[in-house]
């Protein structure tokens, strides 16, 4: 089998491994994607923006307390204060790359708010196109980087690892030609985005599967805070699989959301109404959905003639679909949105396993609790990215020793594809916005069945039953209702469990 040996490696090219492999120099690295590079990134969707303390009337401090509330008390306090202080420093390392930041008419920089901030805190593009923006920025960045290598159109199908249990690269398919081959490096970092392609309502790209976490929790690598999924409350609800997102800015605006009776629900359930923490905005179009009653977002006193020009992505979807948001509400739904759990990692992205790091969504620091304060995603995955690239450049890299090379999958059979769409069915309807044991058991036994059904499956497949488990399995034990996590049988929050969940799963390899 072909070997390239690199000094680093870094699995997925979104926002966190652009930045990661981009501040790793002068390193010689890899960075493995699925597609080509500016294709099939969460980062690209990203709409609301990137949270940082730049007002007159902010503070970093204001910001970490935010996050602390919005994790409704699993947030990690130090991680938070990390999160927030570095947070202008990184929106300035973008200005710098030349990244196009929406600006007042004095020049400055706009900021806006979304729920759950006490400020105006928000750094926006383009209105809606944050994400966009940001990650045509690093691919630049990356583009004019000598020390990086892009190899598009992979799939990473395990980590390596040597005899002294350290990860020593990975083995990675080629996704036209099917060839398999090495990628040795001393260094790993996994940045592979989220597990939105788990649940049948979603608006997270295809790729969205749960790749890293699975290949480290194959690996034996710890595992945190998997029962924490959060629903974004407004997803575009016009039968598209992922949903078109509906950003949280617009509600920042002043948007209402109302029935089809016309009656504004919000009001009647929190104090902030549809300013309220995701969660909370989250179950209340679910229960009103389960009540026989479809949801619009009003935007036309707030917003009306100029939303074209303030929210260009959001008025592209709502156009294609025959809807015009300046005279009619916007029909939603509730989403799968962003994995709170992953990879456990230390304040350096650090894994439970040597020469394993892992930035972004695939990781969990601790900062996002048990409910992720909006654009605080944008904004960790460049802190921890950075975070981790110091770190690395910073090691002593040592030789990998001899690795087996694992056996890969061989079940091509075309049921699976069937097999991923039964298993985001359970998912969404048994491991979603509301949760008992009965649920959670019956979605534990279908993942059961699946993997002795497809116990050699390929790709999606295998990955995704890893991930469904572990997410179910910290769901089941999980008896209380915290955050995104909301148990019908158990609908308090408990002081016994008002600690973070860790898991260490047996090798799937």
């Known amino acids: 089998m072909r070997e390239r040996d690199y000094d680093v490696v870094v699995v997925g090219a979104g926002i966190a491994g652009l930045m990661a492999a981009y501040k790793l120099a002068p390193l010689r690295v890899a960075v493995l994607c699925k597609r080509p590079l500016g294709t099939g990134a969460a980062t690209d969707w990203a709409q609301g923006g990137i949270a940082a303390a730049l007002g007159g009337d902010d503070s970093p401090e204001l910001h970490a307390q935010d996050t602390r509330i919005a994790g409704a008390g699993l947030s990690d306090e130090s991680i938070a204060e990390i999160l927030a202080n570095d947070a202008p420093a990184r929106i300035e390392e973008l200005l710098e790359l030349g990244a196009a930041f929406d600006r007042t008419a004095d020049g400055a920089l706009a900021l806006g708010r979304e729920a759950a901030h006490q400020r ?297 594809a069937q097999a991923v769409l039964d298993l985001r069915n359970v998912m969404y309807a048994d491991v979603g916005l509301l949760r008992d044991a009965r649920g959670l058991q019956n979605a534990l036994a279908r993942i059961a069945t699946l993997s002795s059904e497809f116990p050699n499956a390929l790709g999606e497949l295998r990955n995704l039953l890893v991930v469904a488990h572990a997410i179910a399995s910290a769901a089941l034990a999980r008896e209380e209702s915290r955050g995104s996590h909301f148990r019908l049988d158990f609908p308090r929050s408990l002081e016994a469990f008002a600690k973070r969940s860790f898991t260490k799963m047996e090798s799937h390899a």
């Not at 196109?129 to 960045?141: C, K, P, W």
């Not at 940045?191 to 790729?207: C, E, H, K, S, W």
């Not at 009656?263 to 969660?279: C, Y």
């Not at 960790?380 to 690395?392: F, G, L």
Request: charged share 25%; hydrophobic share 45%; glycine share 10%.
């Open 120 to 416: 105006r805190r928000i750094v926006k593009a383009g209105g809606d196109a944050t994400g966009h923006e940001i990650l045509r920025t690093l691919i630049a960045a990356v583009a004019s980087s000598d020390h990086i290598d892009v190899i598009a159109d992979t799939i990473v199908e395990d980590l390596l690892v040597d005899g002294e249990r350290r990860v020593a690269g990975v083995v990675v398919r080629s996704r036209d030609l099917g060839e398999r081959f090495m990628v040795r490096a001393p260094a790993t970092v996994l940045a592979t985005g989220g597990v939105g392609r788990l649940f049948r309502a979603t608006t997270n790209p295809v790729d969205a599967s749960g790749d890293g976490i699975a290949m480290a929790a194959r690996a034996g690598a710890m595992l945190a805070d998997m029962e924490f999924v959060q629903f974004h409350p407004t997803a575009l609800a016009i039968g598209r699989d992922p949903m078109p997102l509906v950003t949280e800015a617009i509600r920042g605006e002043g948007a209402l959301l109302v029935n089809d009776l016309g009656e504004r629900f919000m009001t009647a359930i929190h104090d902030d109404a549809e300013l309220a923490p995701r969660d909370v905005v989250a179950r209340a179009i679910f229960e009103q959905e389960r009540a026989g009653r479809s949801v619009g977002l009003d935007a036309r006193d707030a917003i009306g003639e100029s939303f074209p020009e303030r929210f260009p992505t959001v008025f592209a979807f709502c156009t294609s679909a025959g809807i015009d948001p300046r005279t009619a509400r916007i029909p939603v739904a509730p989403a799968a949105h962003y994995h709170m759990g992953g990879v456990a990692v230390d304040e350096w992205g650090r894994s439970s396993l040597r020469g394993l790091w892992v930035c972004g969504e695939a990781s969990a620091t601790g900062v996002h609790g048990a409910n992720r304060l909006a654009s605080n995603s944008l904004l960790e995955a460049m802190v921890y990215a950075s975070r981790a690239a110091d770190d690395i450049r910073g090691a002593a890299l040592e030789p990998t020793g001899p690795t087996p090379l694992p056996i890969p999958p061989h079940d091509s059979s075309p049921r699976l």
